[in-house]
């Protein structure tokens, strides 16, 4: 096996022999730099919650993998603070996000769902991804956050450049970087000037009254954070959810018949197959023993959600989609201090999504057997997802 290239091409394989061989794998991270690999649930589990695994690139090892090299405007996030930077900044949004607020929002959503599926017509052929998944989730945070409609397909493209560089053209995730700076700084100027009922202008009203509370750069990487990790990761757990189901026609049937079922489907859809293969990059402040490995201080490790998801010490059965296993416990959206703050909302918007097509559509299958994977070690997300589609007869 081609460890280093099948944790692209055939990752849940390549976490197979690492899980029974070596849990915790000396590797090349995503660009190429030294990292350890971490594979079984109960050491990820752990070490998610591990206080001495610190997010902070500063404890980084010289030469070590760490992760997207951003400029301190939008490098000032969450995903590189430890507490108590973490704690004042998650402190200022968490409110955005708790269960209650979200659960208010299900109608907005589903009438962005609704129109989304109004726009394919009662039949034919479309990439669910460009159409559906992709419009839904940047519409919710985009209308969260206060951002205008003319500015979302240039963020997806900047996304994508991100997560999934091309190799061909080494320049294009640079000019992304600018091109996001650009854009928060003109918008964060706007919202200034004039404020609305959004997340962002709340946020720019705490750094202009309180500036202890909340930096320049902290706001701009707080936006940034927000809308890619807000839209991304659903996008992700949406196409992999329709792309399951179509893929498993009798779990397409069940939910059909008893949509009941959806919410806890959606937990074990997740867990099946959900956006992130790996957590953000760590760096143990002192040497840690993991899986017997003793890892020195400093030196990188990458905790692979989607391979604790399909350990078989943890989940009967794990390669099989089983919506009446008790998918709770499982690591899709992470653990501990650094969980998911969008979490709720990721499954609300998923919920949803598969309910409207479900009752959308009475015929919903794939057009091409074998859709193509982002190719990426970070993420776990299609490409397109060509689908063929039949409307539901009105009652």
Not at 60 to 75: F, H, I, K
Not at 171 to 183: D, L, P, R, S, T
Not at 273 to 278: Q, T, V
Not at 364 to 374: F, G, K, N, Q, S
Request: proline share 8%.
């Amino acid at each position: 096996m081609d460890l280093q290239g099948d944790l692209i091409k055939n990752p849940h394989a390549a976490y197979q022999q690492l899980r029974d061989t070596a849990p915790a794998q000396r590797i090349a991270g995503p660009t190429g730099e030294p990292a350890w690999l971490v594979t079984r649930y109960d050491d990820v589990r752990a070490a998610l919650a591990d206080p001495r695994l610190s997010l902070d690139k500063t404890n980084a090892a010289e030469g070590s993998y760490r992760g997207l090299s951003l400029p301190p405007a939008l490098d000032a996030n969450l995903l590189n603070m430890d507490p108590p930077d973490h704690t004042r900044i998650r402190k200022l949004v968490s409110r955005a996000f708790t269960p209650r607020r979200v659960e208010a929002l299900r109608g907005p959503i589903r009438r962005t769902a609704d129109t989304l599926l109004d726009a394919l017509g009662t039949d034919g052929r479309a990439d669910l991804i460009a159409a559906y998944a992709a419009p839904l989730p940047i519409t919710v945070i985009c209308d969260l956050l206060g951002i205008p409609e003319e500015h979302r397909r240039d963020f997806r493209a900047w996304t994508n450049e991100l997560i999934a560089p091309d190799p061909s053209r080494p320049q294009a995730a640079k000019q992304a970087i600018g091109a996001m700076i650009a854009f928060f700084a003109e918008l964060i100027a706007h919202k200034r000037q004039h404020p609305g009922d959004d997340l962002l202008s709340d946020l720019i009203a705490v750094r202009d009254t309180d500036g202890d509370r909340l930096s320049e750069d902290e706001l701009t990487s707080l936006a940034f954070l927000i809308l890619g990790a807000g839209y991304e990761n659903t996008v992700q757990l949406i196409g992999n959810a329709v792309h399951a189901l179509l893929s498993h026609p009798e779990h397409l049937a069940s939910l059909r018949a008893d949509p009941s079922k959806l919410p806890a489907a959606v937990e074990e859809l997740a867990r099946y197959e959900g956006p992130a293969l790996l957590a953000i990059r760590r760096f143990p402040t002192q040497d840690v023993t993991i899986a017997d490995v003793t890892i020195p201080a400093g030196e990188t490790v990458l905790l692979s959600l989607a391979a604790a998801n399909r350990d078989p010490q943890r989940f009967s059965h794990p390669e099989q989609l089983d919506f009446d296993r008790d998918a709770s416990g499982h690591l899709a959206l992470g653990h501990g201090i650094h969980y998911c703050l969008g979490a709720p909302l990721a499954r609300v918007e998923t919920e949803i999504a598969l309910a409207a097509l479900l009752e959308r559509f009475a015929t919903l299958t794939l057009a091409e057997p074998d859709p193509r994977w982002r190719p990426s070690q970070r993420a776990r997300g299609l490409l397109g997802l060509p689908v063929e589609y039949k409307a539901t007869p009105p009652a």
